[in-house]
């Protein structure tokens, strides 16, 4: 499992709108995907119920958790609002099983 630690910098966090797109993202990967905040139980980042619940506002930090990288990689793009995920405050906390191809 790879996960993300993240600082959510856009203006509306994930609320509403945002949080459509969010879950959209996180529905293309058969895989898991979590979202947790610090102190909370992981919430299903597919379920709009459950990301709404988490409440997470600009500024707020967020741990996204998934075997998909790529959707890792957008979601926090989304939360971001970086065009490129390097471009974001992001730790890589854990990636598992990397392959290094050039």
């Not at 990967?29 to 299903?44: L, Q």
Request: proline share 3%; no cysteine; glycine share 4%.
């Amino acid at each position: 499992m790879a996960e993300r630690r993240v600082k959510v910098t856009t203006e509306v966090g994930i609320q509403a709108r945002p949080a459509t797109a969010f879950v959209d993202v996180a529905a293309e990967t058969a895989a898991e995907v979590t979202i947790a905040k610090p102190g909370v139980e992981p919430h299903d980042a597919k379920s709009i119920l459950q990301v709404l619940t988490l409440d997470v506002r600009s500024d707020d930090e967020i741990f996204l958790v998934s075997d998909d990288e790529d959707v890792l990689d957008r979601l926090v793009a989304l939360v971001t609002g970086d065009s490129e995920v390097g471009e974001a405050d992001v730790k890589i906390v854990d990636t598992g099983d990397a392959d290094d191809e050039d």
